[in-house]
């Protein structure tokens, strides 16, 4: 990167190159915005919080809705002007989006200077170098899943998770590690498997190399991240098959890394060796995030989900049977094409008979390049969309309400984040106690008083309350123990 181009401003003045990033969507954005960050940090730029401030302003995106979408265009419209007063400063489109839209996001706004898709992200200073100095925009995407054989379509997705950088990551003590990208299912509403290219797993030996760097920097919690990550499988060149279990089971014997979790898991491939693990190695989170969909044979069909109702009820009673303790959360989509009445009222059974700890409910959204789209009308009308969402999560809060209040009384270990959502001040002006917020093993989410000088410990709780969402606390003083030390700035929990 020349210093001389990214020293100016369009002033003229000499400083560090300012950045901006706005990341929606999941967490595995969240990570991709982490890593480009480190990139661009490690080349002299910094991070700043106003936009107006920034040399250069990034959007990590998401298509998985449309409203996801909507947001972007809003913003990049907004930041016409500010291009028109300082042409200097960079504006770029990165993630799912940049993968999908491609030419559309530069014939919708010509102002944007690079758009990258999530294979391509390590690529991203070469590029902002590039449009800065050719005054062009730049676009780097990686091959349709059409566009070749399947190892060059592959090989077009680079790996991208070579730098952590903890002052990059909202929690000092929890982070995410991702060990396959891509996703192989096909499912009829769903645009990853064309943004995020084809299904990889990550070498093991790299997976446990980077979560010892991440706890050397002071890290004591990880969650493991894959489109559907219990598809994990990798073979080493000396043979061995490696799945999930296997890697939980090797990551587990790192010393000082107190808790490990995964998301999303795909029901199909819930084996037992895996249920074993959750169930035997105390490190790894009594939670399972295994999306249903939908509670309809003809749904599960239309969506090509690849599992049938009763194998799906199957799963669960193993998961019930092996780690009775565990709490599953389940994603729901209502108003797919198609879906009657009938069809939604099979949902809401699924969803009482499962008990899950909470659901997350949308609504269907047609997205362009998917065989739902292509295949079916979207023929759900919108406000019938709305009353399903409303009900099946009048539903599902009932059951976490009636559920959570068995928890009363009950002391659990927290990782003590920081500060709950409801607290707006400034931490290091409050000289006594505060809502703080930590999760249980079962991931539920629990807030208590507290001072805080207990970010990042491990401290024992007794909960005395229980909401639909929430278990409220008190701290067990006789019982707090220590994570790796920290001199970052506080996080708050959003």
């Known amino acids: 990167m020349r210093s001389q181009d990214m020293s100016e401003t369009s002033e003229g003045t000499n400083h560090r190159p300012k950045l901006f990033v706005d990341t929606v969507g999941c967490q595995m954005n969240v990570l991709d915005s982490e890593l480009v960050i480190a990139r661009l940090r490690s080349q002299g ?24 979408e909507d947001k972007i265009y809003s913003a990049l419209g907004r930041f ?43 690529r991203v200073p070469e590029l902002l170098e590039k449009a800065r100095s050719e005054k062009t925009p730049q676009m780097a995407v990686s091959k349709a899943r059409t566009g070749g054989t399947k190892l060059e379509v592959v090989d077009s997705f680079e790996e991208f998770d070579p730098i952590r950088e903890q002052a990059m990551r909202s929690s000092p003590y929890q982070a995410f590690v991702r060990i396959m990208m891509g996703c192989d299912k096909f499912c009829t509403y769903c645009v990853v498997p064309a943004t995020r290219g084809p299904e990889q797993s990550r070498d093991p030996a790299e997976i446990v190399e980077e979560t010892r760097l991440l706890v050397d920097q002071g890290v004591s919690e990880i969650t493991l991240l894959g489109q559907t990550v219990n598809s994990y499988k990798f073979r080493t060149g000396d043979g061995r098959q ?48 295994v999306p249903a969909q939908s509670g ?9 989900r690849l599992y049938t109702v009763a194998q799906y009820d199957e ?39 499962s008990r899950f700890k909470n659901s997350f409910i949308f609504k269907y959204s047609p997205r362009p390049g998917t065989k739902a789209f292509e295949l079916y009308a979207d023929d759900v009308p919108e406000e019938v969309k709305k009353r399903r969402n409303n009900d099946l999560l009048a539903v599902q809060s009932a059951i976490s309400q009636v559920d959570n209040q068995a928890f009363v009384g009950q002391e659990f270990e927290v990782l003590v984040e920081g500060p709950s959502k409801s607290f707006t001040g400034d931490l290091s ?6 809502q703080m917020a930590g999760r249980t093993m079962t991931d539920r989410i629990c807030v208590f008083e507290g001072n805080s000088r207990l970010i990042g410990t491990y401290s024992k709780v007794r909960v005395v309350s229980a909401s639909a969402v929430t278990l409220f606390a008190e701290v067990v003083t006789d019982r707090v123990t220590h994570g790796r030390p920290s001199a970052w700035t506080l996080p708050v929990i959003s």
């Open 45 to 68: 730029y910094e991070l700043t919080d106003d936009p107006l401030a920034a040399d250069t302003i990034l959007f990590n995106t998401c298509s998985v809705r449309q409203h996801a």
């Open 80 to 122: 016409k002007s500010l291009k028109k007063k300082r042409p200097n400063v960079a504006i770029g489109v990165l993630g799912c989006m940049a993968q999908k839209d491609q030419d559309e996001i530069l014939k919708r706004a010509p102002f944007v200077d690079i758009v990258v898709g999530p294979g391509q992200l390590a």
């Open 242 to 289: 490696w799945r999930l279990s296997d890697l939980l089971t090797e990551l587990s014997d790192i010393p000082d890394l107190r808790r490990i979790k995964f998301i999303t898991s795909f029901p199909k491939d819930m084996t037992d060796d895996l249920l074993q693990a959750v169930r035997d190695l105390p490190k790894v989170f009594r939670y399972l995030h």
């Open 296 to 304: 309809c044979d003809e749904m599960l069909r239309r969506m090509k």
């Open 315 to 353: 799963m669960m009673a193993r998961i019930r049977e092996t780690v009775p303790d565990c709490a599953v959360s389940s994603d729901f989509i209502v108003g797919f094409c198609g879906e009657s009445e009938e069809s939604f009222e099979k949902s809401i059974e699924l969803v009482r008979r």
């Open 429 to 434: 002006a409050v000289s006594g106690p505060v």
